[in-house]
């Protein structure tokens, strides 16, 4: 039997059962109505896998063969993912006082197209990701938006 599944609609329960069949082997194509809501979707999945790996669930390799199972169902597809990870505060749990840290530590983060004829600046910031993948869907950034596009020889 193939081990294959579509899920359509990336929301909470959408990515979640994207998740844990693409943990559990299966080949996981994830769909939405919009780009947007799509990455949404799998942004969450990838937060998800980071925090396992962080607390010792999940070990870093299955989560990045699981990250890799929705990666190549999106090729095949024909489609192009952006992946990034939110490692939130993870380098300071807690503040000088100690008590537990809520806001971002400024340490970088990649930022990965799977795009081989695709490149991307190296100066950017979290800002700049929406930015980024709107261009690629061939899309003009709203006025509100102050990120920059890192596509080199922007789209």
């Known amino acids: 039997m193939a081990r294959k599944l579509a899920v359509i609609g ?6 979640g059962i994207a998740q844990v069949s693409a943990q559990a082997g299966w080949d996981v194509v994830l769909r939405d109505v919009t780009d947007e809501a799509l990455k949404r979707g799998t942004d969450g999945i990838k937060t998800s896998y980071d925090k396992f790996v962080s607390k010792g669930k999940l070990e ?70 929406v930015p980024t993948a709107i261009s690629l869907l061939g899309l003009a950034k709203p006025l509100q938006m102050t990120g920059h596009n890192l596509l080199v020889g922007a789209h």
């Open 10 to 15: 990336a929301g909470l329960m959408g990515s």
């Open 60 to 129: 870093a390799h299955d989560a990045d063969a699981a990250l890799g199972r929705i990666l190549e169902a999106v090729a095949r597809e024909g489609g192009i993912a952006l992946v990034t990870a939110d490692h939130g505060n993870a380098e300071e749990m807690l503040d000088e006082d100690g008590n537990p840290q809520t806001a971002h530590t400024s340490n970088p983060v990649p930022l990965v197209v799977t795009d081989a004829g695709v490149f991307l600046r190296e100066d950017g910031g979290l800002k700049d990701l």
